[in-house]
């Protein structure tokens, strides 16, 4: 997908200015936040799962290799096929070779945030392959034409009417003619349109949450079933995901499974978790016929071994997002490209540039609520502040910002010049805000005196020169 | 600190450049706490800043030389305070990881972060105070300042100290722990987000219907106090060492010394 991130400053504005955004906005704050606290809470050892969580996502990091490779061989043995895809383009390409190989006209898509990132659709769009998308989510944002705003709710941020007037624009020509209100009623309407299409579909495609490697098996989580129709129904299955989601166990998929629902939804358990084990057997009643995974690295491997690892141990769970106050604010569609929020702020620089992506890292306030209520704990602000520190050392840190810095610098490391400045800059400010206390506007402080006054400072001199007359 | 070392009394303080320069009550007030409590307080004169500005915009070799200056100017002390939680964990968390490659420097950097203390958190945990004297009439609501909570865990010491004071009520708000957005440089640079985040903070804090906000963090006050005053929403603004201290009569933070 073509980024944004660049035009982050624009997209702030309108999504600022958006009045069905902010409401649907308004809502998520408050919904996601308060129902993974309280299903925190209903689970004693939660702080215990999160380390056990974080730690074994760390032993799959440091022997990615190996369960990588025992992932291939046990699917190889299934009768199932692995393929190694090291960039965006050659999983397009395997992934179009693969639907041509079965003359594929339509196919059926459970939600996938890494077929966002190699911009799978318009690719198999370009070859007259048709993707439907069925997660609901995905349809409502498939048939307007927009990416995702948030990596487990990809339609957060429209309203029930927006919604209203989509399926009533796009289902009309199927016969649904009235626009409805009620959210079951547009549920109801979606799944007899995406039916029809479960059946007609040549090929299921998949994203998947957890790769296990002692059973070969792909794990996926969702709550609407529609990821179970698209890989039992067509006759091929493909799975796509990155390298980064393989684990050793079945034992290990449990803890992450806990973690995962509770930091996402607050569920307990997600609706259906489904393990996806080679093609279908002699004697099964369904299931497909063939069964292909991608493995997509696209620069993960490159991280390996560098601060930028713990980055890897994400397992999507939208936590970081839902507690952000930065997101809170914008949405997911400011950021630009595929992922936002927390994640999408240390994920996106490297995946498409810091010189792209810049503004990313850069919009927090290192409040730290991401890291606090990361289920594998990463450190978030940290590596944020590691692309903060990139872009400085390769000078792309704003202009108008370094010299600020460098003669605050200056300023600060000569104590005595240091205090000269401050005393006068307290003398004159306290001198000027002394009948109002604040200004209503200030030089050099636009950005702040914009929206807020600023407080004047206490007349009588700095604390240090105070001090010194004191003692 | 384990029970039986004795108390940590002589204590530098760290004023941060902000309470320097906007509001050098707080840092009286701080100064009067630790005396009041039995300690000796020495404000070395070397300090200046602690960094975060350049630490948070990519420039660790700056971050690091004013380290370097803190580190020179705070050693010798039982305890360094802080009153800014902001401050205080960039000496106490983000220290040590500036000189992973210089283990002189380190060990210097890790024996600092280990003495270093937010105000309230000081008092409470390390000197076990349980109250203090101290007048205070009205409603009072108090917003925790991210690094204070996540990263010094500073959440029930100043609260427990302020339900000591005599006169005042406490009065939660719905989002205490979520932040101002002020963040440093980040509410320049991103104002418009900054401005969003704050008016949801404001619009909180005016929905308990008290008379003051406090709070440990004196960017965070400013914040709050200059959008509150725009908005013309009439909550004063205090930080919780001058009512802990029993300074609540000055001015409030943006107003005018003559009208109490």
Redesign the interface.
């Known amino acids: 997908m073509q980024s944004t991130a660049h035009d982050f400053k624009e997209n702030i504005g309108a999504a600022l200015a958006d009045p069905n955004l902010q409401d649907s906005l308004a809502k998520l704050k408050t919904g996601f936040s308060e129902r993974r606290r309280q299903a925190a809470e209903r689970l004693p050892e939660f702080e215990a799962l999160r380390d056990r969580a974080r730690d074994i996502k760390n032993h799959a990091l440091a022997n990615l290799d190996f369960y990588l490779e025992e992932f291939e061989r046990k699917v190889t043995s299934l009768g199932g096929h692995v393929h190694w895809a090291p960039t965006a383009d050659d999983a397009r390409r395997i992934i179009a070779e693969l639907c041509r190989s079965v003359g594929a006209r339509t196919i059926a898509k459970s939600k996938s945030m890494i077929a966002e990132e190699i911009g799978l659709n318009e690719h198999l769009e370009s070859l007259g392959i048709a993707p439907i998308e069925t997660d609901l989510g995905e349809y409502i944002i498939q048939l307007r034409h927009e990416p995702p705003s948030h990596i487990i709710a990809p339609a957060v941020h429209l309203t029930k009417d927006q919604v209203a007037d989509t399926f009533l624009e796009h289902h009309g020509k199927l016969g649904f003619t009235r626009r409805l209100t009620e959210r079951n009623d547009l549920v109801a309407e979606a799944r007899q349109v995406l039916r029809q299409k479960f059946l007609d579909a040549d090929v299921g495609l998949t994203g998947a949450n957890f790769l296990v490697a002692e059973t070969g098996s792909s794990m996926l989580v969702t709550n609407e079933g529609n990821a179970d129709l698209s890989n039992t129904l067509p006759p091929m299955h493909i799975v796509l995901a990155s390298i980064e989601k393989v684990i050793p166990t079945l034992e290990d998929a449990a803890v992450l499974l806990r973690v995962l629902a509770r930091s996402a939804t607050g569920q307990e358990s997600s609706a259906y978790t489904t393990l996806n084990t080679g093609p279908r057997r002699p004697g099964d009643l369904d299931g497909p016929d063939q069964y292909h995974v991608v493995l997509l690295d696209n620069g993960r491997s490159s991280v390996l071994g560098t601060e930028l690892q713990d980055m890897l141990r994400c397992i999507r769970c939208g936590a970081c997002m839902n507690h952000c106050p930065v997101y809170g604010a914008i949405g997911g569609h400011a950021y630009g490209w595929v992922y936002p929020g927390p994640i999408g702020a240390v994920l996106t620089p490297h995946l498409i540039g810091v010189a792209e992506a810049g503004d990313l890292p850069n919009a927090s306030t290192f409040c730290g609520r991401c890291e606090s209520v990361c289920p594998v704990r990463i450190p978030l602000p940290r590596l944020m502040r590691h692309w903060r520190e990139r872009e400085f050392e390769q000078h792309l840190t704003p202009k108008a910002v370094r010299q600020g810095l460098a003669l605050w610098a200056f300023l600060a490391r000569r104590p005595r010049l240091y205090r000269a400045v401050t005393g006068l800059a307290n003398r004159t400010l306290a001198l000027f805000g002394r009948i109002d206390g604040r200004y209503r506007s200030l030089p050099l402080a636009g950005g702040w005196t914009r929206y807020r006054d600023f407080p004047a400072p206490q007349p009588g001199g700095t604390f240090h020169a105070r001090w010194r007359r004191r003692r | 600190m384990s029970k039986s070392s004795p108390l940590p009394r002589r204590v530098a303080l760290f004023?941060t450049?902000l309470?320097?320069?906007?509001?050098?009550?707080i840092?009286?007030a701080a100064v009067k706490l630790l005396e009041d409590a039995g300690c000796k307080v020495d404000?070395p004169?070397?300090?200046?800043?602690c960094?975060q500005?350049?630490?948070?915009?990519?420039?660790?070799a700056?971050a690091r030389?004013?380290a370097c200056?803190v580190l020179d100017a705070f050693e010798d002390y039982d305890a360094i305070v802080v009153p800014s939680g902001s401050c205080g964990g960039m000496l106490s968390h983000h220290y040590p990881g500036l000189f992973d490659d210089a283990p002189a420097l380190k060990a210097r950097a890790d024996r600092l972060a280990s003495q270093t203390f937010e105000l309230t958190s000081f008092l409470v945990d390390v000197l076990g105070l349980s109250r203090v004297t101290a007048r205070y009439p009205g409603a009072v609501t108090y917003h925790d300042s991210?690094?204070g909570l996540?990263?010094l865990g500073v959440k029930d010491q100043p609260r427990q100290l302020l339900q000591t004071v005599d006169g005042l009520t406490l009065r939660e708000m719905k989002t205490p722990?979520?932040?101002c957005?002020?963040?440093?440089?980040?509410?320049?640079?991103?104002?418009?987000?900054?401005?969003?985040?704050?008016g949801?903070k404001t619009a909180d804090i005016a929905a308990t219907g008290v008379d003051t906000l406090l709070a440990g963090d004196l960017g965070c006050l400013?914040?709050i106090?200059?959008?509150l005053?725009?908005g013309g929403v009439r909550v004063r603004v205090r930080h919780v060492a001058e009512v802990l201290a029993d300074m609540g009569d000055?001015?409030a933070?943006?107003?005018?010394?003559d009208?109490r």
């Open positions: 004023v450049c309470v320097d320069l906007f509001r050098p009550s840092g009286f404000v004169a070397g300090q200046v800043c960094g500005p350049a630490y948070n915009s990519g420039d660790r700056t030389a004013i200056q991210c690094s996540r990263e722990e979520v932040c957005g002020f963040g440093g440089t980040f509410c320049v640079k991103y104002p418009k987000i900054s401005n969003a985040m704050v949801e400013m914040n106090a200059g959008k005053q725009r000055d001015a933070i943006g107003e005018p010394e009208r």
